[in-house]
């Protein structure tokens, strides 16, 4: 990717701790995006708007083509087939089918997501392909519900506490790096009632340096003198957010508060437990943002080799048929940092290797035919 110049450096991240380093694109996936787009127009490829694959053409067992719709008509495209084209998460009837009735409460991260439908999959599917990863899961990550910005993260809940729309606390906000544990807590948001929960800070938590570099909402913070005033805020019971707060607050150790490192400040007796950076709510002003779960991408897909052949389910590949990125199964647990981008550039560029030597076979046994 640097030979086409694309530059990649350590750079900021929402995480205020890290599990580990972080390597970027400058510019992120837009100059991803620009860059490779130009130097594959300027390699003779063809880019083909408003043009929607349908099905797989399979001939005698092999994948020879796409069957696609245009605004003058159905198009079939000859050749081998990589399938490029992200998950599902755009496509509710496929969410309920495989993530169940929570799906209402969930909607992809950013804008684009809403055009990842799954047809690749479906097409794939057809053709008696396999599948791999977890269906039933996505890569969740915590945003906020009132925002129509792209990737509207809220990553500050380390510092605060998490309750639910009954004004209660319902899980460890602070397990470790907030890198590696936000996505666990997402999933514990989105099965709280309506799929939202609320961040509460307060004096002490908004001064933890650089927070705002973890909130990357365009609304703002709902603020109140008192906790009282912020239930009233936020419609929640203002005697159970009380209650809440108050045995929160008893439940915090003294010691020095770090918001650089988990600094093993873990609340005592208290059920869910906080893990760390547990210092009391207590020095007005009090702040909260609401917090749901967006959809970054469905872990369930299809089944690869490390060659990205697409196989069948006997385990075989499927001549001519390739796939790379989000449409492909890996996950089934949990997301692994900086993994998603990645592997849709590693494989992509694998299977765009291999397709083009399916075709110069397909070539080659064709000219040793008519010879």
């Not at 081998?80 to 998950?87: F, K, N, Q, S």
């Not at 794939?124 to 993260?153: C, I, Q, Y």
């Not at 544990?181 to 989105?190: A, D, L």
């Not at 075989?316 to 997301?335: C, H, K, V």
């Amino acid at each position: 990717m640097t030979t086409h110049g694309l530059r990649f450096e350590q750079l900021p991240t929402p995480f205020l701790t890290t599990s580990t380093t972080r390597w970027a694109p400058v510019g992120g996936g837009l100059a991803i995006v620009e860059t490779l787009g130009a130097a594959a127009r300027e390699a003779g490829v063809e880019f083909r708007f408003r043009t929607t694959a349908r099905a797989l053409v399979v001939e005698d067992g092999v994948v020879t083509g796409v069957e696609t719709t245009t605004p003058d008509g159905p198009v079939r495209h000859r050749g081998a087939v990589v399938l490029a084209c992200g998950g599902f998460q755009g496509n509710a009837e496929m969410m309920a089918r495989y993530t169940g009735e929570r799906a209402l409460t969930t909607r992809p991260v950013a804008r684009g997501g809403n055009w990842n439908k799954g047809e690749g999959i479906e097409m794939a599917l057809a053709a008696g392909a396999a599948t791999a990863g977890n269906f039933a899961l996505f890569h969740a990550e915590p945003v906020d519900p009132r925002s129509g910005e792209p990737e509207a993260a809220v990553f500050c809940f380390p510092y605060g506490i998490l309750v639910n729309a009954d004004g209660e606390r319902f899980v460890d906000e602070a397990r470790g790096p907030v890198d590696a544990w936000y996505e666990r807590v997402t999933r514990v948001i989105q099965a709280q009632p309506d799929g939202v929960a609320y961040v509460v800070l307060d004096a002490r938590g908004t001064a933890v340096p650089n927070l705002r570099s973890a909130i990357r909402t365009d609304q703002p913070a709902i603020t109140a003198a008192s906790i009282a005033e912020l239930a009233a805020r936020l419609d929640v019971p203002a005697d159970r957010l009380q209650a809440t707060v108050d045995a929160y607050n008893a439940a915090c150790p003294d010691g020095a508060f770090d918001p650089a490192v988990p600094d093993g400040l873990a609340t005592w007796g208290l059920t869910p437990a906080k893990s760390n950076w547990g210092t009391p709510i207590a020095q007005a002003p009090f702040t909260a943002l609401p917090i749901m779960a967006a959809n970054v991408f469905t872990f369930g897909g299809l089944k690869v080799t490390p060659r990205s052949e697409v196989v069948d389910r006997d385990g075989d590949p499927i001549p001519g048929l390739y796939a790379a990125g989000e449409l492909t199964g890996l996950y089934y647990s949990n997301y692994t940092g900086s993994t998603s981008v990645l592997r849709g550039a590693v494989f992509g560029r694998i299977a765009g290797q291999q397709a083009a030597s399916h075709r110069r076979d397909a070539e080659l046994l064709a000219a040793v035919g008519e010879a």
